[in-house]
């Protein structure tokens, strides 16, 4: 079992920068991030591999978020900059323990979901 904890949400202005972090309790593989808006499903952000080798991120983010991890503090980062108002929505972070080789980008490639963290954009 490994627990996942996010941090770094907050409210901000349009334009703004936030990092999220996300500590893992354990090692996992591909460490992702998905969010939720009010009223709509959760989608894909962004995902990183085992190494750092591979990034993936959704087409909406591409260019302002920026996914990194430090494997000794078992935590992975998401820089996210020029944020939007549509960025808004609970931020989860996702840890795959299943497989070293696979970069996720669906809910089911995950094993692990953090608790999420809010991000608010005001316009």
């Known amino acids: 079992q490994v627990s996942l904890v996010e941090s770094g949400g907050g409210f901000v202005q349009a334009g703004d920068s936030l990092r999220l972090s996300c500590l893992a309790s354990?090692?996992?593989?591909?460490m992702g991030w998905f969010r939720q808006a009010p009223g709509k499903e959760s989608e894909f952000v962004a995902v990183?591999?085992?190494?750092?080798?591979?990034?993936n991120y959704a087409d909406s983010v591409k260019g302002r978020f920026t996914g990194s991890r430090d494997n000794a503090k078992k935590t992975a980062y998401l820089q996210m900059n020029n944020l939007k108002p549509e960025d808004t929505g609970v931020y989860y972070c996702?840890?795959?323990?299943?497989?070293?080789?696979?970069?996720?980008?669906?809910?089911?490639?995950?094993?692990?979901w953090g608790q999420g963290t809010q991000v608010t954009v005001s316009s």
């Open positions: 990183i591999n085992w190494n750092s080798s591979i990034t």
């Open positions: 996702t840890g795959d323990i299943r497989s070293r080789l696979r970069v996720g980008v669906r809910p089911d490639e995950f094993t692990y």
């Open positions: 354990g090692r996992t593989f591909s």
